[in-house]
């Protein structure tokens, strides 16, 4: 500490904070309709802001600058903490973060007003910043989803350092004659802006991991999916279902699989046009999935109009029965639009997996059957013709 004056490690701090508050906000340029980044660039304009007043005083009374200063540290630390609980899918701790950070800015006006002490002020946002460093990584510990929790571990490890920074600035007196001045408040400052520079390069870094692996993983899951109805596309969908099925057989449970095509789907598309068509997709999609949550199944579009089930630990007989059941649900939800209302019926061709593997050959066999369902008359239900299900009750 000898070599370097704080005014010189202030300086050295004051313009590191600036640089990476600028530098993470030109993140923003390019995930600006984004509300974790937004709220994580604020937290740290609002932390150089706070720095900035350190080393340049308002022209205030010295307690309104302090409280000023304060303040800005409490809403970068608030503004934090709601983006990390946004990360993790938590709801924003509103009301209890709003309460220790008025409390606390309560007890630095008192001794900043009516009972000065600069060790005790310093004391204080020791504690505030455990307190906040503790709580953003218990989010990230707890509650990171599982395909961001590496990112989120590292972070939390971060904040985690941070908070044992200020563990051990509390713990150092405040330099004798300070007299209220925080610029001379000795080896306790020194400290906090010496390891808080290089905390805070890790703090940014961890920042921006987790930004850029939750946007691998939104990118690989729109990998995955129909970019119109939003269900697994046709890609994800075999390939998920072969592990599946291999699965199934290999514990020598039933795995079934049902082809779903809506019925004079081009006559909607000749004469209302393809844009209502994908409507009527979008919507037979949605009416699909509310039928089938809760249930632990595979669906996806096959392609055009056709939808792809995959159920395991599902045998014929109830197969036929969900069948029936989807068949009767899409029939009585129709599309209701400007203009008119749109019928949605579907014809659905159903098979069982045998001894021999294959997702394929399983879906042949479904197509099959969905050939006998529409020479039925369409909005028909049929089975593979190799199982015979039990009658429906």
Known sequence: MTAL????????????????????????????????????AASLWAGAVSTVLVSVPLPLPAAVGILVRNGFAVLGSVLMLFGVALHVGRRVPLRPALVLGGGYLLAIAWFSVAR???????????VLIIIWKTWEAWLLLRHAPADVRRSCRLAAAVFLLDAALFLVRALIPVAPGADGDILRAGLSMNVTYVGGMFVMLGHTFALVLMIVERQMVDLRRLARRDGLTGLLNRTALMGDGEQHLAQSLHQQRPFAAMLLDLDHFKRINDTRG?????????????????????????????GGEEFVLLLPDTGMEQAMALAERLRATLEASPLHREGGTIGITASIGVAVADAAPGLESL????????????AAGRNHVACDLGVEPAPLA
């Open 363 to 374: 879906l042949a066999r479904a197509d099959a059957a969905l050939y006998r369902a529409k």
């Open 274 to 302: 393809h844009p209502v068509g994908d409507e009527v997709l979008h919507h037979a999609a949605r009416t699909l999935q509310r039928s089938l949550r809760g249930r632990d199944r595979l669906l996806g579009r096959y």
């Open 5 to 40: 004056d704080f005014p010189t490690i202030a300086a050295i701090g004051l313009l590191l904070n600036i640089g990476l508050a600028a530098g993470f906000s030109l993140i923003l340029l390019v995930l600006r309709s984004q509300p974790v980044p937004r709220l994580w």
């Open 116 to 126: 000065p002490d600069l060790g005790i002020r310093l004391a204080l946002y020791s």
